[in-house]
C-alpha cells in the first residue's frame, strides 16, 4: 500500500471504529528482568512477576498501544528518566486502542510486581477507574498521561498537554487566515470516537472556540448549530478512518474547504480523500500532535497548522514523580490554575497568522517526536 504524503501511520484511535476492525498488537505481559536494562518490558504471554531488584524503584508504564509513535516516545521518556533517577521502567499496552481489560490486567499485575507508582494512558478513562482506585489503596501513586481520568481525581495527578488550548490555538489560527483572506469557511470535524472522551472532546471544542463558534455546551460534541459547520465524523485517530470520515463529510458538501482533524493521523487520511476529490488546493487542514510526519507536512505545505505535544516530556516528569514519591512520599502539584499538570504546546505553523503566537516547522523539527 502507497503511503500518503503526510507519511503518517495510524495512531491513537481509543475505540473500535464503526466500520472498520483494529488489528491488536499482542499485550505485553508482565515478566521479571535481570542485568542492568532500565526498560522491563515483558515478553508477550509471559506471568506476572517482579521489575527488578536491589532496591530500584519500579515504575509501571501502561499505554494504549505500544506500536504508534507517540506511546513509542513516552517509552523512551520514562526510559531516560529511569536512567537517571535509579529507577526501572516495566512496560504494558492494550491489544488495542480502547482496550481496557489489558490495562486492568495491567494495573494488576504492578500491584503484584511491588511497583510504587503506575504512568497510565487510559483507553477508557472510566472503566478503568476501580483499577486505579486499587492501585491507589495498595499505596501506589497513578499518574494519568495525555489523557485525564473521569473524574480527574481517581488519579493522583494528570501530566498532560492542555488539550483545549490545542485546539484554541488551530481555531484562532485558522480564523485569522480566512479572515485575512476573505474566505467563508465551511466545516468539517474529523473527531475520534463516539464516547466522548476527554481529550476528544477538548480538542473539538477548544477549535470552535478558537475560530470563534457558540458550541453551547463545552463537555459534548455536536451539540452547536452554526451553519459553518458542515458535520462531525469519527477517525478512531487512524489515518483509515480519517480517509472514510472524509470521504463521507465531501458527499454531504463537496464545498468543504477548511478541516479540523483530532490528530495528525486522521489528518492523513484526510488529506487522502481530499487530494482523490481534486480538492487538495482549495482545502485548509490543521491538526493536533506535533509529530516529525506531521511538522514535515507543515513544511511541504499539505498540514496548515498544527499543535505540538511533548509525550517524552510527560513520561520523564512522571518517572521523576513516582521517584520522588518513593523516595519520600512528595506528591506533583498541579499547574497554578489547572487541575493537571500542563507539559506544554506549541503552534507550529509556516503561515504565521496576526495575532497567534506560533512557531516555524524548523523549530517543530527540533521538538517534534515519531
Given at each position: 500500500m502507497?503511503a500518503?504524503?503526510?507519511?503518517?501511520?495510524?495512531r491513537?484511535g481509543?475505540?473500535?471504529r464503526r466500520?472498520l476492525?483494529?488489528?491488536a498488537?499482542?499485550?505485553?505481559?508482565?515478566?521479571?528482568?535481570?542485568g542492568?536494562?532500565?526498560?522491563?518490558?515483558p515478553?508477550?504471554?509471559a506471568s506476572a512477576g517482579g521489575?527488578?531488584?536491589?532496591?530500584?524503584?519500579?515504575?509501571g508504564?501502561?499505554t494504549?498501544t505500544?506500536?504508534?509513535p507517540?506511546?513509542?516516545?513516552?517509552?523512551e521518556g520514562?526510559?531516560?528518566a529511569?536512567?537517571?533517577?535509579?529507577?526501572?521502567?516495566q512496560?504494558?499496552a492494550g491489544?488495542?486502542?480502547g482496550?481496557?481489560?489489558?490495562?486492568?490486567?495491567a494495573?494488576?499485575?504492578?500491584?503484584?510486581?511491588?511497583a510504587?507508582g503506575?504512568?497510565?494512558?487510559?483507553?477508557?478513562?472510566?472503566?478503568i477507574?476501580p483499577s486505579?482506585?486499587?492501585?491507589r489503596q495498595?499505596?501506589?501513586?497513578?499518574?494519568a498521561?495525555?489523557?485525564?481520568?473521569e473524574?480527574a481525581?481517581?488519579?493522583?495527578?494528570?501530566?498532560a498537554t492542555?488539550?483545549?488550548?490545542a485546539?484554541?490555538?488551530?481555531?484562532?489560527w485558522?480564523?485569522?487566515?480566512f479572515?485575512?483572506?476573505g474566505?467563508?469557511?465551511k466545516?468539517a470535524?474529523?473527531?475520534?470516537?463516539?464516547?466522548g472522551v476527554?481529550?476528544?472532546?477538548?480538542?473539538?471544542?477548544?477549535?470552535?472556540?478558537g475560530?470563534?463558534?457558540?458550541v453551547?455546551?463545552e463537555?459534548k460534541?455536536?451539540?452547536?448549530?452554526?451553519?459553518?459547520i458542515?458535520?462531525?465524523?469519527?477517525?478512531?485517530?487512524?489515518?483509515?478512518?480519517?480517509?472514510?470520515?472524509m470521504?463521507?463529510?465531501?458527499q454531504?458538501?463537496p464545498?468543504?474547504?477548511?478541516?479540523y482533524?483530532?490528530?495528525?493521523p486522521?489528518?492523513?487520511?484526510?488529506y487522502?480523500a481530499?487530494?482523490?476529490a481534486?480538492?487538495e488546493?482549495?482545502?485548509t487542514i490543521?491538526?493536533v500532535?506535533g509529530?516529525?510526519p506531521?511538522v514535515?507536512?507543515?513544511k511541504?505545505g499539505?498540514?496548515g497548522?498544527t499543535?505540538?505535544?511533548?509525550p517524552?516530556?510527560m513520561?520523564?516528569?512522571g518517572?521523576?514523580?513516582?521517584?520522588?514519591?518513593?523516595k519520600?512520599?512528595?506528591k506533583?502539584?498541579n499547574t497554578?490554575?489547572k487541575?493537571?499538570?500542563?507539559?506544554g504546546?506549541?503552534l507550529?505553523?509556516?503561515q504565521p497568522?496576526t495575532?497567534v503566537?506560533?512557531k516555524?516547522?524548523a523549530?517543530?523539527?527540533?521538538?517534534?517526536?515519531?
Amino acid at each position: 500500500m502507497s503511503a500518503s504524503p503526510f507519511g503518517i501511520t495510524a495512531r491513537r484511535g481509543r475505540v473500535l471504529r464503526r466500520s472498520l476492525a483494529v488489528l491488536a498488537p499482542v499485550l505485553l505481559l508482565a515478566t521479571a528482568c535481570g542485568g542492568d536494562s532500565n526498560d522491563t518490558t515483558p515478553a508477550a504471554g509471559a506471568s506476572a512477576g517482579g521489575g527488578g531488584g536491589g532496591g530500584d524503584t519500579l515504575v509501571g508504564l501502561v499505554t494504549k498501544t505500544d506500536t504508534n509513535p507517540f506511546f513509542v516516545k513516552m517509552k523512551e521518556g520514562a526510559q531516560q528518566a529511569a536512567s537517571k533517577d535509579g529507577a526501572k521502567v516495566q512496560s504494558f499496552a492494550g491489544k488495542q486502542d480502547g482496550d481496557n481489560q489489558s490495562q486492568v490486567d495491567a494495573i494488576e499485575n504492578l500491584i503484584g510486581a511491588g511497583a510504587k507508582g503506575i504512568l497510565l494512558t487510559p483507553n477508557d478513562s472510566k472503566a478503568i477507574v476501580p483499577s486505579v482506585d486499587k492501585a491507589r489503596q495498595a499505596g501506589l501513586l497513578v499518574i494519568a498521561l495525555d489523557t485525564q481520568l473521569e473524574p480527574a481525581d481517581a488519579a493522583d495527578a494528570t501530566f498532560a498537554t492542555d488539550n483545549y488550548k490545542a485546539g484554541q490555538l488551530i481555531g484562532q489560527w485558522a480564523k485569522a487566515t480566512f479572515d485575512k483572506a476573505g474566505k467563508q469557511a465551511k466545516i468539517a470535524m474529523l473527531d475520534l470516537n463516539p464516547n466522548g472522551v476527554s481529550v476528544d472532546v477538548q480538542r473539538d471544542q477548544g477549535f470552535l472556540n478558537g475560530f470563534g463558534i457558540d458550541v453551547k455546551d463545552e463537555t459534548k460534541i455536536g451539540d452547536e448549530n452554526d451553519p459553518q459547520i458542515v458535520g462531525h465524523d469519527v477517525t478512531d485517530g487512524e489515518q483509515a478512518g480519517g480517509r472514510t470520515a472524509m470521504e463521507n463529510l465531501l458527499q454531504k458538501d463537496p464545498d468543504i474547504n477548511l478541516v479540523y482533524t483530532i490528530n495528525e493521523p486522521a489528518a492523513a487520511g484526510a488529506y487522502e480523500a481530499i487530494k482523490a476529490a481534486g480538492r487538495e488546493k482549495d482545502v485548509t487542514i490543521v491538526s493536533v500532535d506535533g509529530g516529525c510526519p506531521g511538522v514535515q507536512n507543515i513544511k511541504a505545505g499539505t498540514l496548515g497548522a498544527t499543535s505540538q505535544q511533548y509525550p517524552l516530556k510527560m513520561a520523564q516528569m512522571g518517572v521523576d514523580a513516582i521517584a520522588a514519591y518513593a523516595k519520600d512520599g512528595t506528591k506533583p502539584t498541579n499547574t497554578e490554575g489547572k487541575s493537571f499538570v500542563d507539559t506544554g504546546v506549541t503552534l507550529i505553523t509556516d503561515q504565521p497568522a496576526t495575532g497567534v503566537e506560533s512557531k516555524d516547522s524548523a523549530y517543530g523539527l527540533e521538538n517534534c517526536w515519531g
